[in-house]
C-alpha cells in the first residue's frame, strides 16, 4: 500500500535552515504532482508548495522565496528546503499527493524558536 514517511524536522532558530524529506512507496511516485502541507493545532492543515510531475512548483505566498520544493523521481523522494525560517512556520510538515490525498503520513515536527 503507499507510505509516505516524512523526516528532517527539528528545532530550529528563526533565520536558520532545514531540509525536509518525503520517501514515498507502493505508488508510481513520478506521475503525480505532490506537494507539502503543514498543519498547527486548532488550524487547518495548509498546503505551502506544490510540484507537478513535469517539476513545475508553485508555493503559497507567505512561503515564497523562503521555501523550495523539489524531487528526485529516482528515489521515489520528495524535498523541502526551508530557508529564513520564521516562528510561524512552526508546525507539522507532511507531503501528500495534489490534489486527491492518500493517506496521511505521520508527519514531521519543525519548531522555530530563538
Known amino acids: 500500500q503507499v507510505q509516505l514517511v516524512e523526516s528532517g524536522g527539528g528545532l530550529v532558530q528563526p533565520g536558520g535552515s532545514l531540509r525536509l524529506s518525503c520517501a514515498a512507496s507502493?505508488?508510481?511516485?513520478?506521475?503525480?504532482?505532490m506537494a507539502w502541507y503543514r498543519q498547527v493545532p486548532g488550524k487547518q492543515r495548509e498546503r505551502v508548495a506544490t510540484i507537478a510531475s513535469s517539476g513545475a512548483t508553485s508555493y503559497v505566498d507567505s512561503v515564497k522565496g523562503r521555501f523550495t520544493i523539489s524531487r528526485d523521481n529516482d528515489k521515489n523522494t520528495m524535498y523541502l528546503q526551508i530557508n529564513s525560517v520564521k516562528p510561524e512556520d512552526t508546525a507539522v510538515y507532511y507531503c501528500n499527493k495534489y490534489p486527491l490525498q492518500f493517506p496521511w503520513g505521520q508527519g514531521t515536527q519543525v519548531n522555530v524558536s530563538s
Open positions: 507502493g505508488m508510481m511516485f513520478r506521475i503525480y504532482a
